[in-house]
Structures are given as structure tokens and as C-alpha cells.
């Protein structure tokens, strides 16, 4: 059994890593000039990479129950989370059309990525890792369809259907093919340590970036953003306990395996995904109350991260 203390320090060590990159973009050594040309390194080259090394050779995810179980629930758990999300923004006090379509698509999806991979890789085996890349396969398919669909107005998809073909899907469609053949055997040893040494690089330039966002988002003070308290309740209200129930709950009763099970524990615990704050400027939806969605639960995170890992861990046994 894992006490609290061991679920804290990684979630901790997520926090400073953000922090840090919150503290280089006031101290303006981390320019915005230079926001997309990291971005596109993460995503095009560091992320896949990382994504490659975790699932290649990874025997949990020769399993059917795993490599096909993780993303179609993780797509059901999304579908869940954007319906309670739109039941409960009537009762934020948002206005029907936008704000509501933010609010659902926002509190909709959590931080599978950036905040997740590296409490799953200090909790669970090396596998687990893959196991999670597997799960996210679901969510990078709702968030370039069903999120980006309602941020923009419920307009054509065409444009949610093209964002779906990016390198980290392709990187983990194409990976978990290779997976089923002995790929670690045949190919030379430097290209795995290549891989995995530009792997480690993904998580901690993304978290800085995030922390880059954050300091964006609240340059002018954070008490704007939570001005509006009842959006800030029902964010809590879904996104901090209402969806964690649900997922724990998933993982408790359906007949999963044991490392799925860990994974949904961790994604349970994840607030909203600060991409959908970018996503949401892009398409045009309601920044305000995506901002508010998405730090109400980062901040609270600290607290309740840990506290519904500890839970959830202690549940599924």
C-alpha cells in the first residue's frame, strides 16, 4: 500500500516544474517569441519519441483487453464528462450558446498528458507509462473532434477531423503495430537510447511551457478569473469531484487489468486540460470561462490530485 506521502512528491514535482516555467516567463528568459518553436519540438518530435520508446516492446499492451479496452473507454469516460459539464453549466449561471459550449468541452477533457505521464511513471511500472498512451489514443480523438466541434459552435468537424492526424495519435497508432512484432530485438541498440534520451526531454519542456501559460493567462492577477464563483464551483463541482467518482468507480467495478485500472486512478485525479484554454482562442469560444475552468482546478489540484490518487489506489485493490 502506498501511503499519501508517496502520492504527493510526484504530484508535487509536476507543480515545481510548472512553477519554474511560470517564474522564466516573468523573468522573460523564457520569451513568447520562442512559444512556438518549442511547441512544435514537444509535439512533433520529443512527445513521439517518448510515446515510441513507452509502448515499443511493452508486453501489457499485446493484450486486446488493454490496447483496445483503454482508448474506447477513455472516449465513453470523455463523452460522460463533456454531458455532466453541460448539465452543470446551467446552473454556473452561463448564458446558453458559447459560454455553455465552453464551459462542457472545457471541463469535458482533463490534463491526460503533461500532468499525468510523469505521476503514472513514478507510481507504477515502466509499462504503465504505454498502458497510458494507449488511454490518451481516446482522448486526442475527442479533443480534435467532439472538444474542438463544441468550442467552435458545433460547425463542420472538417477541421477536428484533420487536427486528429498529429504526431503523437500517429506516433501511438503506429507504435502499438510495432509493438506486435519483436521491433526491440531486430533494431540496434542506439536507436532505442536515442529514442528514450529525447523521450525524457517531452515532459519537462511541456511543463514549463504550461507554466509559461499560466503566467500569460494571470499577468494581470488571478482575481478576475475567479470573480465569477459559481463557474468556479461547478468547474470544482465536475472536473475536482463529481468525475473522479466516475472514473475510480470505473475502475473499480469493470473487469479491467490491474495496470488499466492505475491508470484510470491517475486520470481520474487530473484537473481540465490547460490545452483546451489555447483551443479555446483558436476557435473562437469563451476564453473567460475556459481560463476559469482550467485554473480553478490546476490550483485546486494541488490539494486534490493526491488526495483521489491515495483514495482511488486504496479503493481498487
Known amino acids: 500500500m502506498r501511503d499519501y506521502y508517496t502520492v504527493l512528491a510526484p504530484v508535487l514535482t509536476v507543480f515545481l516544474v510548472i512553477g519554474s516555467g511560470l517564474v522564466m516567463r516573468r523573468l522573460r528568459v523564457l520569451r513568447r517569441e520562442g512559444d512556438q518553436t518549442i511547441f512544435h519540438l514537444v509535439v512533433n518530435l520529443l512527445y513521439p519519441c517518448l510515446i515510441l520508446d513507452s509502448i515499443i516492446g511493452n508486453p501489457a499492451l499485446r493484450r486486446a483487453d488493454v490496447s483496445l479496452t483503454a482508448p474506447l473507454l477513455c472516449v465513453a469516460l470523455v463523452l460522460v464528462a463533456v454531458g455532466l459539464g453541460w448539465l452543470l453549466s446551467r446552473a454556473a449561471g452561463l448564458k446558453y450558446g458559447v459560454e455553455r459550449r465552453t464551459f462542457a468541452a472545457t471541463t469535458g477533457i482533463n490534463n491526460y498528458g503533461y500532468f499525468a505521464i ?12 504505454g498502458v497510458c498512451f494507449a488511454y490518451n489514443m481516446g482522448s486526442e480523438i475527442c479533443l480534435w473532434t467532439l472538444i474542438a466541434w463544441l468550442i467552435g459552435g458545433g460547425g463542420s468537424p472538417s477541421a477536428g477531423w484533420r487536427g486528429i492526424l498529429n504526431a503523437p495519435l500517429i506516433a501511438i497508432v503506429g507504435a502499438l503495430l510495432l509493438n506486435l512484432l519483436p521491433a526491440r530485438e531486430y533494431a540496434p541498440g542506439f536507436v532505442w537510447d536515442t529514442l528514450a534520451l529525447l523521450g525524457q526531454c ?12 499560466f503566467s500569460d493567462f494571470t499577468v494581470n492577477g488571478v482575481g478576475e478569473l475567479f470573480a465569477a464563483r ?49 483551443m479555446t482562442q483558436h476557435y473562437g469560444g469563451h476564453v473567460p470561462t475556459a481560463l476559469r475552468v482550467v485554473l480553478i482546478g490546476t490550483v485546486a489540484g494541488l490539494v486534490t ?13
Open 118 to 129: 510523469p505521476v503514472i511513471a513514478a507510481l507504477f511500472q515502466p509499462e504503465a507509462v
Open 202 to 213: 517531452a515532459i519537462p519542456c511541456g511543463l514549463l511551457m504550461v507554466g509559461a501559460s
Open 230 to 278: 459559481r463557474v468556479s464551483v461547478m468547474a470544482l463541482l465536475a472536473r475536482s469531484l463529481l468525475m473522479p467518482l466516475i472514473i475510480i468507480a470505473a475502475a473499480k467495478f469493470l473487469p479491467l487489468p490491474l495496470m488499466l485500472k492505475q491508470v484510470l486512478v491517475v486520470q481520474a485525479a487530473m484537473p481540465a486540460a490547460t490545452f483546451t484554454v489555447v
Open 305 to 317: 490530485i493526491p488526495l483521489w490518487i491515495h483514495f482511488g489506489l486504496l479503493w481498487i485493490r
